[in-house]
Structure formats: structure tokens, C-alpha cells
């Protein structure tokens, strides 16, 4: 069964800091990996895919790397700003399956 | 071009009333799914479909019905509401089932049983 963790949970910085966030999986047979940005109250929006034969994708500030060997995915803000702050989410996408498999996510707070 | 669409935004009952949410898409997407999002343990599928007339189980379907007419449109009924349905429930779709292209979220129902 796939498992998707996120460390850290929760994490906290000053404006303009460049940041790491982390995502691990148990089973490296996906298809993709995608990350997800949640504002409080609201849906999820789609910020990074990176499929399974690559290595990574960049998107403005964000940059998403994949390992599927090591089961690990990394997601790196550039120059944080107070507008960043939301819980970052990803998931993956296992081949044969027809779903997504969601970590718990790492809430961010950029202060200014 | 409106994406996503969930109705109600929020809704309380009382258990053992059934309801339907109501989830639309305008993308012409052939994959839709269905999530409950519940504190400290994630987005857990629910059901889902991936195209008019097949729909399939997730992790937690016991509860929930759903049914795909048209490509649009894919509710999810609630046959008798119990307390542990309290959730925020999120309506995904995406271009195919090849997930070559990202999904798309609605805004969430939140609902409440009491």
C-alpha cells in the first residue's frame, strides 16, 4: 500500500528565506507526482506535475524535484514571500491505480 | 470558464438523512473523482470515474453513491448521513485517465451531521 509522509508538518519563516519542502513514498511504481497548494477554505490547485520519467519541473519561484528511486520529492520556494503561506500538499499517482494518494501536507507561514 | 463546480458550500443534517452534492465540471475532463478531507489523516478517494456510465470504488465508498450520466456532472449521494461523514468533501476532475495533465479542484463542501 502506498504511504505518502510530509516533513515537516508545519513550518514558519521570514519573508524572503529560500525553503524546502519535503515528500517521501513508500512505492516508487508511480506514474506522477504532483504538488498542491491549499488556502484555508478552499480547494486544492495544482502548482508542479513532474511524471515518472522526470526529474523535475519549475514554475516561476517553485521548483519540484523527483527520485523515484529513493521515493522522494522535494519542493523549493525561491525568495518566500507572505503570499506563499498555505498548506503544500502532494500526492502521487501509482501505476494501475486510478487515484491519487495524498500526503498530510507542511503549512507554511511567511511572515513579513 | 468556471472549472470545478460544487454545490452546496455547506450543509448540516442530522444523521440518517440523505443528501446529494453536486459536483460539475465545463473542461470536457473524462476523469472525475470524489475526496473527503478529514484532520490529520489526509484526502482519501472516495469514488471515482473515468468517463460517462463507469464508475469505480476508492478507499472509503461504504456510505456514497455515485453515478455518471453525463460527462459534466458527477454527484455524490449520502444514502443515510451518520456523524462520521462529517467532512469537507472535495470534487476532482482531469483530462483523462493518463493523468498526463494535473487535476482540478472545486472549493469543497463542508458538511456537518448531527
Known amino acids: 500500500k502506498q504511504e505518502v509522509t510530509q516533513i515537516p508538518a508545519a513550518l514558519s519563516v521570514p519573508e524572503g528565506e529560500n525553503l524546502v519542502l519535503n515528500c517521501s513514498f513508500t512505492d516508487s511504481a508511480i506514474y506522477n507526482l504532483q504538488w498542491f497548494r491549499q488556502d484555508p477554505g478552499k480547494g486544492l490547485t495544482s502548482l508542479l506535475l513532474?511524471?515518472?520519467?522526470?526529474r523535475e519541473q519549475t514554475s516561476g519561484r517553485l521548483n519540484a524535484s523527483l527520485d523515484k528511486s529513493s521515493g522522494r520529492s522535494t519542493l523549493y520556494i525561491a525568495a518566500s514571500q507572505p503570499g506563499d503561506s498555505a498548506t503544500y500538499l502532494c500526492?502521487?499517482?501509482?501505476?494501475?491505480?486510478?487515484?491519487?494518494?495524498f500526503g498530510t501536507g507542511t503549512r507554511l507561514l511567511v511572515s513579513p | 470558464n468556471a472549472g470545478v463546480t460544487q454545490t452546496p458550500k455547506f450543509q448540516v443534517l442530522k444523521t440518517g438523512q440523505s443528501m446529494t452534492l453536486q459536483c460539475a465540471q465545463d473542461m470536457n475532463h473524462e476523469y472525475m473523482s470524489w475526496y473527503r478531507q478529514d484532520p490529520g489523516m489526509g484526502l482519501r478517494l472516495i469514488h471515482y470515474?473515468?468517463?460517462?456510465?463507469?464508475?469505480d470504488q476508492g478507499e472509503v465508498p461504504n456510505g456514497y453513491n455515485v453515478s455518471r450520466s453525463t460527462t459534466e456532472d458527477f454527484p455524490l449521494r449520502l444514502l443515510s448521513a451518520a456523524p462520521s461523514q462529517t467532512s469537507v468533501y472535495f470534487c476532482?476532475?482531469?483530462?483523462?485517465?493518463?493523468?498526463?495533465?494535473?487535476?482540478?479542484f472545486g472549493d469543497g463542501t463542508r458538511l456537518s451531521i448531527l
Open positions: 470515474s473515468v468517463g460517462a456510465g463507469i464508475t
Open positions: 476532482a476532475s482531469s483530462y483523462s485517465r493518463l493523468q498526463l495533465q494535473p487535476q482540478h
Open positions: 500526492a502521487v499517482w501509482n501505476t494501475g491505480f486510478q487515484k491519487l494518494v
Open positions: 513532474i511524471q515518472s520519467s522526470q
